[in-house]
């Protein structure tokens, strides 16, 4: 179960760039995080009560490492990482986002004491060759620096907060730690939402609703609690590896769902990246 979570949660999250790219004409990024939050929480909150888990050590300080691994992670860079779909597509915004594998990788080895391995740095190397083959004239021969911008940002502030995952679980259990997650996005980014894109409006009601139910059930409800629970039981590196399958699986889910025809230099540029990954896992 503990590779296989990771690997469930890539599957459910390769959904997420096809489902944006096919409402990106209606949806506000900020408020749809909020939105996205808000979804995964309606499915999460029965659980947690029946569960009834909780808390451990509660301080000052536990909240603020769940707070900014929320903010951070699915909330300044799940927002990014829409953006980036936006002006991007689905299929080079992903393999640039995912590079967050290797933000977490280093925060990882640096602060928390994870072993550094020659495979890693390989495997980084790899993923780095991926990137550039997928972001040259990757997108129809337009790449926009804006869109790339908020892909880096989203691999920057995703790998930082899945540092702090490992941190915030000293402090609370999975179920606890996810739902904390989601209840913090949903209070910061639904009035930050409005306050800076406005509310959606009466042609885009429906279609944020739908893509914020798909991503959000999906992607936070299944994919945010199992990604945390294989943090705790495998750490970092290793659940950030494994769940370098999204960008691959992504490919599939942008063709198959919003009729965005991946360019072969995205897919090498994603199919490389995976191989690098594959690279950190399998070597000594």
Same mark, same amino acid.
């Given at each position: 179960? +503990?590779?296989? %979570? &990771?690997?469930? %949660?890539?599957?459910?999250?390769?959904?997420?760039?096809?489902?944006?790219?096919?409402?990106? +004409?209606?949806?506000?990024?900020?408020?749809?995080?909020?939105?996205?939050?808000?979804?995964?929480?309606?499915?999460?909150?029965?659980?947690?009560? #029946?569960?009834? &888990?909780?808390?451990?050590?509660?301080?000052?300080?536990?909240?603020?490492?769940?707070?900014?691994? %929320?903010?951070?992670?699915?909330?300044?860079? +799940?927002?990014? =990482?829409?953006?980036?779909?936006?002006?991007?597509?689905?299929?080079? /915004?992903?393999?640039?986002?995912?590079?967050?594998?290797?933000?977490?990788?280093?925060?990882?080895?640096?602060?928390?004491?994870?072993?550094?391995?020659?495979?890693?740095?390989?495997?980084?190397?790899?993923?780095? /060759?991926?990137?550039?083959? %997928?972001?040259?004239?990757?997108?129809?021969?337009?790449?926009?620096?804006?869109?790339?911008?908020?892909?880096?940002?989203?691999?920057?502030? #995703?790998?930082?907060?899945?540092?702090?995952?490992?941190?915030?679980?000293?402090?609370?259990?999975?179920?606890?730690?996810?739902?904390?997650?989601?209840?913090?996005?949903?209070?910061?980014?639904?009035?930050?939402?409005?306050?800076?894109?406005?509310?959606?409006?009466? /042609? +885009?009601?429906? &279609?944020?609703?739908?893509?914020?139910?798909?991503?959000?059930?999906?992607? #936070?409800?299944?994919?945010?609690?199992?990604?945390? =629970?294989?943090?705790?039981?495998?750490?970092?590196?290793?659940?950030?590896? /494994?769940?370098?399958?999204?960008?691959?699986?992504?490919?599939?889910?942008?063709?198959?769902?919003?009729?965005?025809?991946?360019?072969?230099?995205?897919?090498?540029?994603?199919?490389?990246?995976?191989?690098?990954?594959?690279?950190?896992?399998?070597?000594?």
């Amino acid at each position: 179960m +503990d590779y296989i %979570a &990771p690997v469930i %949660a890539s599957l459910t999250w390769s959904i997420n760039p096809a489902v944006i790219s096919r409402y990106r +004409d209606h949806i506000k990024p900020v408020l749809f995080t909020g939105f996205r939050a808000l979804a995964a929480l309606s499915l999460l909150i029965p659980f947690t009560i #029946w569960a009834n &888990p909780g808390l451990t050590g509660f301080t000052a300080t536990s909240i603020i490492v769940v707070m900014l691994s %929320a903010v951070l992670g699915p909330g300044v860079g +799940d927002a990014s =990482y829409t953006r980036a779909i936006q002006i991007l597509g689905g299929s080079l /915004a992903v393999v640039v986002s995912y590079t967050y594998i290797f933000v977490s990788q280093v925060i990882a080895i640096v602060f928390l004491g994870e072993p550094l391995r020659f495979s890693v740095i390989a495997g980084s190397l790899m993923a780095f /060759a991926g990137i550039v083959i %997928a972001s040259v004239n990757g997108n129809g021969g337009r790449i926009s620096l804006n869109g790339l911008a908020y892909a880096a940002t989203a691999s920057i502030t #995703w790998g930082i907060a899945t540092s702090l995952i490992k941190v915030a679980l000293l402090y609370a259990d999975t179920l606890t730690l996810t739902v904390m997650r989601l209840g913090f996005i949903a209070i910061f980014f639904i009035p930050a939402g409005l306050i800076v894109e406005g509310g959606p409006g009466e /042609a +885009d009601s429906r &279609p944020l609703i739908k893509a914020s139910l798909i991503t959000g059930v999906l992607g #936070w409800s299944i994919g945010m609690l199992l990604f945390i =629970y294989s943090i705790n039981r495998i750490g970092v590196s290793a659940t950030a590896v /494994a769940t370098a399958l999204t960008p691959v699986l992504s490919q599939l889910t942008v063709k198959l769902l919003s009729r965005e025809k991946p360019t072969l230099k995205t897919l090498a540029g994603a199919l490389l990246i995976s191989s690098g990954i594959a690279v950190s896992i399998l070597l000594p």
